[in-house]
């Protein structure tokens, strides 16, 4: 059984690159998240998405960060332009309506702006 | 604002010995408490979780325990064993309120030395 599927695992770049974060989410989940994990703000909510619509991107940083999710597979995050302070860990998570609370994580897309 | 407070930061117990782990939270209108364990290199995995109609879930060697009154909840891990080394977060939600937000404690780094 496939969980949530990220990539890159690893992602090194230069300040200013435009980054492109992956998520396909577990098959017929219809909730899909987005979380950045650092070392001073722990876990962070930046934008969750429901039926593919975007529900609250209330947590979105600042206007280089999107989102997208043209289909119910597949969910995208980008950084434009990336800068040294976005280094963190990118987490894409997704949820089944109606089978409890539960938010089942991906493994991390690990990402450093140098 | 809403927020989640988790202490300690980290807990180092000698194998065998228990564990507890504390949250407090601020929105008296959460009802759902998940708690998640995060191994090196991987993404947050649910462990246990608890609803608010329910003052004490176990699970093997994992116990929360949950009082509203007071709007704080514990982890407990009897007889811990080199494997229960990670960091664990607990998280507070409104289940029923639409947003599906979590809002996560700052984790605790659980060491359990052999």
């Known amino acids: 059984d496939a969980g949530v599927i990220q990539s890159p695992r690893h992602e090194v770049t230069e300040m200013g690159q435009e980054v492109t974060l992956r998520c396909k989410p577990i098959s017929g989940h219809d909730y899909l998240f987005w979380y950045r994990q650092t070392m001073m703000r722990g876990l962070e909510l930046l934008i969750y998405f429901n039926n593919n619509v975007p529900i609250d991107d209330s947590g979105m940083p600042e206007d280089r960060f999107s989102a997208k999710m043209p289909n119910a597979s597949f969910s995208t995050l980008k950084i434009q332009p990336s800068e040294p302070r976005d280094s963190a860990v990118y987490f894409c998570?997704?949820?089944?309506?109606?089978?409890?609370?539960?938010?089942?994580f991906g493994e991390g897309s690990w990402l450093t702006v140098v | 604002g809403e927020n989640v407070e988790q202490h300690p930061s980290t807990l180092s117990v000698q194998e065998g010995d228990s564990a507890v782990i504390k949250c407090t939270y601020s929105?008296?209108?959460?009802?759902?408490f998940p708690w998640y364990k995060q191994e090196l290199g991987k993404g947050p995995q649910l462990i246990i979780d608890i609803r608010s109609n329910v003052g004490e879930k176990k699970d093997q060697r994992i116990a929360v325990t949950l009082n509203k009154t007071a709007k704080h909840f514990s982890l407990h891990i009897t007889e811990t064993q080199p494997e229960d080394s990670a960091v664990y977060f607990c998280?507070?939600?409104?289940?029923?309120?639409?947003?599906?937000?979590?809002?996560f404690g700052t984790g605790t780094r659980l060491k359990v030395l052999a």
């Open positions: 929105d008296s209108a959460s009802n759902y």
């Open positions: 998570a997704s949820r089944l309506q109606g089978s409890g609370n539960t938010i089942y």
């Open positions: 998280a507070a939600s409104r289940d029923a309120s639409g947003t599906y937000k979590y809002i």
